[in-house]
């Protein structure tokens, strides 16, 4: 039986996953809005990666003995300044969600819960993974700089990534 301290901070977790899909279900709508097809796809993906972490862990914490329940979530942004600024805010988003999880490893360890330490082992190396990508793709897009012919074989290589491509997470280099 999980403990009550640990329920609660899985439960926000689990208000965490569900908010991320949401704030890159928006981020794609307003990239297929402005023609980044590619990152529009990427993120897309992304929202449904960020849905399945967040039923893994609701199941985590109903076959634990704990009842996960859903919260009521702020709307997201709506308009971004560029793809550029989007990205950057992904990788804020994601390296926000790095200190949840750690929030949350944290409370197991304190709990002396070590099956759900180990269970949460899985997304403190997804969070690794995802930051690495969000890196790399701000790192294309300072390297094309305003070129619209670097952004474009960026949001190409964005469209590839969305396709799969070896990892668990559906993205190129993520779990
Ligand atoms: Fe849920 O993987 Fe990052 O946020």
Redesign the pocket.
Known sequence: MITNKLQEVLNNQIK??EH?SRIYLAMASWCETKGYEGAAEFLYAQAD??KM?MLKLIHYLNDRGGHAQMQALDAPKKEWDGLKKLFEEVLA??EF??GEINKCYETALNEKDYNTAQFLQW?VE??VE?ESTMNSIIDKMNLAGDSKGGLLQIDMALKKMAGGGGSS?GTEEKA
């Open positions: 965490n996953e991320s990666e960020e972490h988003h994601e969600i790095t997304y997804e969070q995802e997470s």
